[in-house]
């Protein structure tokens, strides 16, 4: 069981992981992924149970990723983890196949209600 998470930010990334672990998700292995390019090659190849991205990253952004994943039939549920979160960016992740975004800050229990959608 994995839970991928793309983020340009190391620093983001380790944020993130942290609270995964303390929204109760600990057992889950977690990949990681610089950008949407290497996150949709490790995706295709990994399959996780769920995928965490931000919004803004070079190479291809995470709607971008998303985007491409739904092309390929790729169904993996997808929730955002960023500070983008006006109404149109809202409307284009939940067109896109979105399952949640989740806006910068959050906590640990905002993290886990989200994956509890998907996962539980």
Excluded: C, H
């Excluded at 949640?100 to 906590?107: G, I, N, Y």
């Excluded at 989200?114 to 539980?120: A, F, I, N, T, W």
Aim: hydrophobic share 45%; no cysteine.
């Amino acid at each position: 069981m994995s839970i991928m998470v793309v983020d340009d930010s190391s620093v983001m990334r380790k944020i993130v992981i942290r609270s995964i672990r303390q929204a109760g998700y600990g057992d889950y292995d977690v990949e990681q992924a610089e950008d949407g390019a290497e996150a949709l090659a490790m995706i295709k190849d990994e399959m996780p149970e769920v995928v965490l991205s931000d919004w803004n990253m070079p190479n291809m952004n995470g709607l971008e990723l998303l985007k491409a994943l739904r092309a390929d039939s790729i169904d993996v549920p997808f929730g955002f983890v960023t500070s983008e979160s006006t109404t149109e960016q809202r409307s284009m992740a939940v067109a896109a196949g979105a399952n949640f975004l989740l806006s910068k800050p959050f906590t640990a229990d905002d993290l886990s209600d989200r994956l509890g959608e998907v996962l539980d």
